[in-house]
C-alpha cells in the first residue's frame, strides 16, 4: 500500500476488516499483561460497503474495541489477536508512524462530541484541508474546491460560506456534520464512528445517520459503536452485541430485534423506552424475560405549576430584532403528573424549565407555584419556598461541589432547622429512596458512575421535599440500561409521593414513555399539546409529524415493543 | 446549557495561567525525574530550616569583618572564601536567604491579599464593579513590574520594606485576574444554580461554594509566586533600589561582587547558585504540587 491511496475500495480482494479473537487488557504497573482483560476474543469482519454495529452498555468494551482497529486503545493497554487485518494491511505491529498514515487517511473517526473533537480556533475549512495536505489526497490546487465538495457531500448548504466559520458558531447538527466530513476527507475505505448521534436531537441524529448511510452505498466500511439499538438497527450489517467484554450475541439487525437469544439483549432491548413501554418497568431484573408494570399513579386535581403566556426574547448583538427564545407559552402540571416539554435543541424548552425555577425572568408572563404568586416575587420573598421546587439537570457531576462528599451534597438540601441526628436519618432514607449504597455515602461524587450520580441528584432534590421537580434532559446522557433504572425510579417515586414532574427532553420515546401529557415546542412556541398518546399518534402539527418522522424506525423489528 | 459551557469564561483560569507564561516551566518540571525533584524539596527544605535557625549552619556573625582574611579564595576555614571586608561569605548567604526570602514571602502576600481582594469583589460584584476594577488592574499590568517597582521606590526611597511593597504591587494583576475568573466561573456553575433552588441566600452561596473553590488555586500559585519575587527583589537590589550595605541580602552581594569578579569568581558564583537554586526549587516542586492537586480534583 504505497502511493496515492485515494480509494474508497480497499486494495485486495479481502474484506476491509478482518478481526479474529481480539483481547484487550490493561497493563499496570507490577501486573504481567492480561491480568486485567478487558476485551475477551471478539472476531468480526467487515466486508467493503458493510456496516457492523457493536451495541452493548457503557464499559462493555465497545468502544475500545473499536479505538484498537485505529490504533487508539490507549496507553496501558496490551492489543492482542490472532488476526487483526485493517484495509488488507496486518496491523497488530503497526508503528506509530504506521498508525498516523493510516487514521485520517484511510481510515476516518467520527466521535460523540463534534465540539471537542473539532479545534475551536480552526475554521472548519482549515480542519478539513489540514486531511487533505497531510495525506495527499488531492493537489494543492485542488484543496479549496475539494473542502466545499466534501461538506456539500455531508449535506451542509452553503459550503463555501459554512468553511469560513468555527466550530462555535455552528450548530450541533452542523458541527457534527462537519465532523464527519474531517474524517471522510481523505476518502477513508473505513469509518470507525463511535456513539456518533449520541445526546443530538432526533433532527440532527436523522442527518447524521443519512450521511453515514451515504457513505456506506459509496463502499466505505463502516464501525458503529452505539448502546441505542434504534439506530444500530437502521444501518447496520450485523450486530454484536457486547456484555463485559465478550460477544453475547451477534446477527443481523432483525435476528438480534426480532428473537433476542440472549437474555442480556432481551433486557437491553426491553430498557428502550417507546409508546408501548408505557405504565410498564424498563429495567428488567435478571431471570424475567418481559416488562412489569409500574404502580399506579393518580393524577390529581389540585395544580402546582401554572404557567401563563411567558415570553422571554435575548438581544443578538448586531441584530435589529430580538431573538424570542419563548414565545406565550403556557401550560399547568397537576400533582402526581407527568408533563413532557420536547423540541430539537434550541427550542426554547430549557429557557421554560430556567424561567419556571425562578432562575431566568420571563419578560413577561406569570408562573404560579401550588397556586400561590412565584415569578412576580422578589427573590427575597421567594427564598423561603424556593425549596418545593427542584431541579435534576443532564450533567450531575458539575451540580456538585467538587470538594462534597455524597452525603454532603445531600445534607445540603435539607432544611437547617433539622439536628445532627436527624440529618444523618434523613440522608440514609434518602439514600435508600433512590438504592444507593449507603457504604458510598462519604464518596466523592467524583469516583460515583453515571447512573449513581443520577440517583445522588435526585437523592437531593427530595431531600428538599419538593412538590414539583423540573428534569431538564435528566437522562440524555446515559446509556440506555441507565436510562431506563433511572426513569423506573423517578415513576416509583412520583407514585409514592405525588410529585409533579416537567420533564423536559429531546428524546420522544422518553417522553412518550413517562409523560401524560406532552407540550411539542418549536423556535419558542408551543406547537401542539395534549395527551401524550394523543399528541403521538395523531400529530396534527407539521412540526410534530416532522419529529416523529425522524425517529430511528429500527425497534419496529422487535416484536416486545 | 452547552452553549454556556463553551463560553471563554468557563476556561479554566488555571489551565489559562499556565498557557500563557508558565507552560514551558511546568513542562520542563513535569519531566525532571523524581530524585531531581525530591533534591530540589530538600534544599528548600534546607533554605526553610536556614532562615529560620542560620547559628544551626553557621556560627559567626554575617557582619563581622576581618581585614586580614579579605578576599581569600574558598578554604576548609572559609568554605566559600570571604569578601573584600573579610567577611565569611557562606554566614553572609546564610543570613542573607532571610532578606531575600522574606522580601519574597512579604511580597507574594500583598500580591495574593490585594489580588484576592480585587479578584474577588470585580467577580462578585456588577458589571460596572468589574469594569472599574479590570481597568485598573489593565493599568497597573501595562508597567513592567521593574518599572513599576521603580516607580514607587521613586516616590519613596530605598530599602527593604519599599522593595516588598513595590514587588508585591507589580504582581497584584497575575492574582486578581485568576481569581475574578475563578469567582465568574464557580458563580455560574451548576452546583451554585442548584444552591439558589435550596433557597440560600447571596452570602451563603458566597461563603459555602464561592470562596472554597476559588481559594484552593491560591497556595499553589502563592507557592511559585514567591520564586518570581525573590527574583525581582534581588535584581531591583542589585540595582541598589532595595536594602544597602552592608545587609547580606543576595541581591546586594551580587551587585558588591561587580568590580570584583576579575580575582574574587566566588563573590558572584555562591550567591548567584545559591539565588538561582532557591527560586528553581520553588518553581520546580510548586509546579509539580499544582500538577498533583489537578489530577487529585
Known sequence: MTGTVASAVPAGDGPAVEVRDLRIGATRRGRAAGDDEIVHGVSFTIEAGRCVALVGESGAGKSITARALLGLSGDGTAVTAQTLRVLGDDVLGYSAAQWRRLRGGRAGLILQDALTSLDPLQTVHSAISEVLRQHGTVPRSRVDARVVELLELVGIADAAERSRQRPGQLSGGLRQRALIATAIAADPGLIVADEPTTALDVTVQRQVLDVLAERKAAGTALLLVSHDLAVVAEIADEVLVLKDGHVVERGTPRQVLASPQHEYTRRLIAAIPTAASRGTRLAVTEGVAERTALPPRAVGEAIVIEAAGLVKSYALPGAAQSFRAVDEVSFAVHRGETVGLVGESGSGKSTVGQIVLGLTAADSGTVTLDGADWSVLPERRRRARRRSLQLVSQDPLSSFDPRYSAARVVAEALPASLTAAQRRARIAELFDRVSLASTLAQRSPSRLSGGQRQRLAIARALAADPVAIVCDEAVSALDVSIQAQILDLLADIQAESHLALLFISHDLGVIHHIADRVLVMERGRVVESGDAGEVFENPRAPYTRRLLADVPRGLELAPTV | ?297
Open chain 2, 1 to 297: 446549557m452547552t452553549a454556556l459551557r463553551t463560553r471563554p469564561d468557563r476556561v479554566a483560569p488555571l489551565d489559562r495561567w499556565r498557557q500563557s507564561s508558565r507552560a514551558a516551566v511546568d513542562r520542563v518540571a513535569a519531566r525532571l525525574p523524581a530524585v531531581v525533584v525530591a533534591l530540589l524539596a530538600l534544599w528548600l527544605l534546607a533554605v526553610v530550616v536556614a532562615v529560620a535557625f542560620p547559628q544551626l549552619f553557621v556560627p559567626g556573625s554575617p557582619f563581622e569583618a576581618s581585614p586580614a582574611d579579605a578576599l581569600q579564595a574558598p578554604s576548609a576555614q572559609h568554605l566559600l572564601g570571604t569578601d573584600q571586608l573579610g567577611r565569611d561569605q557562606l554566614t553572609r548567604i546564610v543570613y542573607g536567604l532571610r532578606y531575600s526570602l522574606g522580601i519574597g514571602v512579604g511580597a507574594m502576600a500583598i500580591s495574593v491579599v490585594f489580588g484576592v481582594l480585587f479578584g474577588l469583589v470585580a467577580g462578585l460584584g456588577g458589571w460596572f464593579v468589574d469594569e472599574v476594577l479590570a481597568r485598573f488592574i489593565d493599568i497597573i499590568s501595562a508597567f513592567p513590574a521593574v518599572l513599576l517597582a521603580l516607580l514607587v521606590i521613586a516616590f519613596t526611597e530605598p530599602g527593604i520594606v519599599n522593595l516588598t511593597i513595590a514587588v508585591g504591587i507589580s504582581a497584584i494583576p497575575k492574582f486578581a485576574r485568576v481569581i475574578r475568573a475563578e469567582t465568574v466561573r464557580v458563580r455560574s456553575s451548576d452546583y451554585v444554580t442548584h444552591a439558589v433552588t435550596f433557597g440560600a441566600r447571596r452570602s451563603t452561596l458566597v461563603l459555602r461554594h464561592v470562596l472554597p473553590n476559588t481559594l484552593t488555586l491560591i497556595p499553589v500559585l502563592a507557592m511559585i509566586d514567591v520564586g518570581t519575587a525573590i527574583i525581582a527583589g534581588s535584581g531591583l537590589s542589585y540595582l541598589q533600589l532595595g536594602p544597602q550595605p552592608p545587609t547580606p541580602e543576595l541581591g546586594v552581594m551580587l551587585s558588591e561582587s561587580r568590580n570584583l569578579f576579575a580575582f574574587a569568581w566566588w563573590l558572584a558564583v555562591y550567591p548567584g547558585v545559591v539565588l538561582s537554586l532557591t527560586v528553581i526549587s520553588l518553581t520546580v516542586v510548586g509546579s509539580r504540587l499544582q500538577r498533583r492537586l489537578k489530577a487529585a480534583s
